[in-house]
């Protein structure tokens, strides 16, 4: 946020003022409180035959999220995990048949779930989500980075301590709409235009990619 060409002092008060900028920050739209509270968890049962597949796919919840677990991508119509009518996309898992699945890896979440696939019974706790991440950027001037790399929508890179940090963007995101119009058709200097040029309060919504690109028939979900 600063420039190199500017004399001391403006350098500080531009240091001052990018802190200001900051603290002004609040975090993205999630209701912390949700995951935090176990009286706003919600219990989902599988109930299914031996070796029967659940019917979900699982994407990582990824950096920045408030807890590190799993997130339901898609779900299989007519499977187990449709017919509880309980599970959705967007949701959290945080633990099943008892064992918590925060911090551990992708991949030793998806190993421990197909180790279960011969139960007949499983049982899990959620938090229930939309995939639509709601984010207020607040920039009062061009000067001010926001602190993020974006290629076709979707976003690359983000810089520790920067406005998009503490707003929480999420690297691994799609923006799907900025103040309230849909960039989904938009191509990728569009997108960046508009990010390049807006101030004041920039409001994103953004969805991971792996459920954009599900949801447009891109990719084809891996059920467990």
Do not use: W
């Not at 200097?189 to 990619?209: F, Q, R, V």
Request: with cysteine; proline share 5%; glycine share 8%.
């Amino acid at each position: 946020a600063v420039v190199s060409t500017q004399s001391t002092g403006e350098e500080t008060l531009l240091q001052c003022a990018y802190s200001e900028v900051l603290s002004s920050q609040t975090r993205a739209q999630e209701d912390i409180a949700d995951v935090l509270d176990q009286g706003k968890h919600v219990t989902v049962t599988i109930i299914k035959r031996p070796q029967e597949a659940l019917g979900f796919a699982l994407i990582s919840s990824g950096p920045g999220s408030i807890i590190p677990t799993v997130i339901v991508s898609s779900i299989r119509p007519a499977s187990p995990a449709y017919k509880t009518e309980l599970l959705n996309v967007g949701n959290q898992l945080l633990e099943i048949n008892g064992r918590s699945l925060v911090g551990l890896s992708y991949e030793a979440i998806i190993s421990y779930i197909r180790s279960l696939l011969p139960s007949t019974k499983i049982e899990m706790q959620v938090v229930p989500g939309s995939p639509v991440l709601v984010i207020e950027l607040i920039r009062p001037d061009l000067k001010y980075p926001l602190g993020f790399s974006v290629k076709d929508g979707h976003i690359t890179t983000l810089v520790r301590g920067s406005i998009g940090e503490r707003a929480g963007v999420r690297v691994g995101h799609r923006i799907i709409a900025i103040n309230g119009e849909s960039t989904v058709t938009l191509d990728h200097d569009s997108i960046a235009g508009i990010l390049l040029s807006e101030t004041g309060k920039l409001l994103l919504k953004t969805m991971p990619s792996q459920i954009f690109n599900l949801m447009l028939g891109l990719e084809e979900p891996e059920y467990l």
